[in-house]
Structures are given as C-alpha cells and as structure tokens.
C-alpha cells in the first residue's frame, strides 16, 4: 500500500472518530435543568470560593427560575429558556449562563457578572431544603 493510500486511510479514520463522537453529543434540553439545584462547589475566575455557598436554582416546567445568584444574593423569579446549551434567564437580573448536564447527575453552570467569571457545580437540592 502506498504513502498516499495510508495517509488517505487515517484522515478518513480521523473523519469517522469525529463524526461518531460528535454524534453522542447530546443538547441540553429543559427537562434536564428542572427541579431544584443547591450549590456543591464555586469558582470565581478560576479559584474555588465559599462566599456563594447559598446559592440555588429552581427552574420550573412552566419556563421560571427561581434563584438567589445575583450580585445582591436575593431572591428573585424569572422565566428563562434554553438556546443552543446555554440557559437564557431574562428580566431584572439578565444572564446567559453555559449549562451542561453531567452524568454523576450535576448542572454545570458557567456565566459572569460584575466583570467576574464563574463556574457553579450544582447536585440536586435535598428534600426539604
């Protein structure tokens, strides 16, 4: 087999590996967000902080969020949407927050406010909290 067959052979096999795993990307849809979040861990610009330990999610079926993460740490309901993975909450306290679903059943959220960047990791709130 010649140079060129090989060659032809691995950016096919290349080709094939990106697509079959691009396929399994999954979007993220509403059903995957809803229900109630409690913050597990998060970091600001980078480095782990406890100053957000209270923040939480509730993103409802009916399109509402209802959260504390804002720079005021208050209360506050939305309606929200999801856009191509990434969480639209419109309203007083705007954001646009990359989200992903992990499967050790964790949100991921990445967004930034006040000039800061953010990662929450997020597990399901207990009952009764």
Known sequence: ??????????????????????????????????????????????????????????FKDNGTVNTNFNA??????????????TIVVSGNHPLKINAERTLEDELILKTGIANAKFKLVLEPAEAGE
């Open 1 to 58: 087999m010649g140079n060129i067959s090989k060659i032809i052979l691995i950016l096919l096999g290349f080709s094939f590996f990106s697509i079959s795993c691009g396929s399994e990307t999954k979007s993220l849809e509403t059903k995957d967000i809803q229900g109630d979040w409690q913050l597990k861990e998060a970091f600001r610009d980078g480095k782990k902080t406890g100053t957000l330990e209270s923040v939480y999610f509730n």
């Open 72 to 85: 005021e740490m208050e209360e506050f309901q939305s309606t929200y949407e999801i856009k191509e993975g």
